[in-house]
């Protein structure tokens, strides 16, 4: 495998980073998770603007144009002769001294992996995920802002934990009203009454590349599209629920706490979006040549 490391392809043995980066020693740093199909990069500009606005929000100066960054993540995938998978492309504040001050590390590194992810076992895209309200909340936005997609995930691992703990394979994290915002790597969406609901991004979620693509695709469907603060008797009220991410791509829920919800099927709606999302995905995006 060759990882874009710093400018250059390198063999996977050889992509290392400093242990004085502030990445790994404060979560320093900003990523994002792209996924590419039959050799186009699906909503790479897209991934690309947020990563920038991720950065900018941190005061983390790239030295790259977004049309560069682009074509380092491009020449990633080419390398790797991969034509389906993932890219994890990462930021970091770069090696500095021991202590917070990011503005003593003089430069940003940048890594980019292409490979392949399963969130969740295939069966459950057909059948359905019965996921569990954990009590790890998500950091009020004034804690961290919910937009930038920074490396601190503890947050995050520690409510995935508790998902598996309770043999589950999701949470959804409430944030510190009690409002829903996400689960640990994934948007949620509900059909209620034929309108489909999905949490503000003001109340904690991320301002995902995968929910707006649904948002849009709800317009394309004839489905109205509400976002409003939503609590779990909304969840346990639905007739269809979901999820949405790049690695978890579009994924039905059917229970939540033990609890049916709606059918304890994948609902009709849920069925279009997904269908809508691969067809959408598997014809347009960045050639990868
Ligand atoms: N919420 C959170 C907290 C995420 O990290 C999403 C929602 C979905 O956003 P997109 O833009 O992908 O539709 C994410 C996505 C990984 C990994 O290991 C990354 C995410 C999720 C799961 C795994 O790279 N980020």
Redesign the pocket.
Known sequence: MKIWLDGNLVDEAAAKVSVFDHGLLYGDGV????RFYNGRIFRLE??IR?LFDSARAIILDLPWTREEVCGFTCATVAANDLTDG?I?LVVTRGAGGLGLNPYLCPKPSMFIIAST?Q?YPEEHYKNGLSIITCATRRPSPAALM?QV?SLN?LN?IMAKVEAIQANALEAVMLNEQGYVT??????LFIMKNGTLLTPLISDG?????????IIELAGTLGVPVVERSLTRYDIFTADECFL?????EVIPVVALDRRVIGSGKPGPITQRFLAAFHQLAMTTGTPIR
């Open positions: 990523f994002e998770g792209i897209e991934h947020r993932y994890r992810i969130l919910p997609k995930y995050n996400e689960c640990t790597g994934d948007n979620a991320l301002d995902g590349i995968t929910r707006a693509v949405t991410g790049t690695a978890a």
